[in-house]
């Protein structure tokens, strides 16, 4: 039996469950406001990527992740383009609680969501007639692990204070 499947297995015994109810685009912003004089220059933009993720419960064993993504291309310090997304879905998660709930919610989750992010950034990008942004997979979990050290670490030193 693979690892994945005893993980499973142990998931249904101790009555946890997990499933997807929706996936939805909550907000989408697009500016560029160097067009149309940025199709003028090469493009080389300076790229920064901020990823933000939030949660509420909005049922008995129901819950809303919202993955935020902001893109901010900038061209000679110029913003040449800035995109942002909420991409969200309605998660049934049941049998989780304490830390497994606040990694499923901070970390599973959007990691399911951010692929439908990636594609919306590329195709409105790619309407705004500027390269589409191949977006890298990003590590949920190692984000969500760093998370809790640095609430740990901030815990640890408000209680020496």
Sequence with gaps: MTDEAKGAEGAQEQGAGFALQRIFLKDLSFESPRAPQIFQSQWKPQVHMDLNTGNSKVGDDLYEVVLTITLTAKQDDEVALLVEIKQAGIFAIQGLEGPRLAHALGAFCPNILFPYARETIDSVVGKGSLPPFMLAPVNFD???AEAMK?????AGEEATH
């Design 142 to 144: 190692a984000i969500f």
């Design 150 to 154: 640095r609430k740990q670490n901030e």
